[in-house]
Every structure is written in structure tokens, then in C-alpha cells.
């Protein structure tokens, strides 16, 4: 998740100094909502992880 959220910002940019401000914006909100999902689950899994067996 991190990986593609960084994608996408990588292409907001690049779009954004081309003049594209359409897709720019698209882009950076994408890289948003999947920046949020990725600290979501990353909570989740250290919750999640720390429970005792048992």
C-alpha cells in the first residue's frame, strides 16, 4: 500500500509541473486515500499483534 501510495504521488508531482492539473489533483488524492488505508492497517496489525496466545 505504501508503495503505490507513493506512486501516485510521485505522478501528482511529475503532473503537476508538466501543467497537467487535472490529473495532478486526481493523483494527489488517490495517494491520499491510500496513504490513509496503509496507516489504518498498519495500526490494525500492531494492535492486532500484540495479543497473547493463548
Known amino acids: 500500500m ?3 501510495s507513493i506512486t501516485f ?3 501528482a508531482i ?3 509541473v ?3 492539473g487535472g490529473i495532478a489533483g486526481t493523483a ?3 495517494a ?3 496513504f490513509l488505508v496503509f496507516l489504518v492497517m ?3 496489525s500492531l494492535i492486532l499483534g500484540r495479543q ?3
Open 52 to 54: 497473547p496466545r493463548g
Open 18 to 20: 508538466l501543467g497537467f
Open 28 to 30: 494527489a488524492g488517490i
Open 9 to 11: 504521488l510521485i505522478v
Open 42 to 44: 498498519f495500526v490494525l
Open 32 to 34: 491520499k486515500i491510500l
Open 2 to 4: 505504501l508503495s503505490w
Open 14 to 16: 511529475i503532473a503537476a
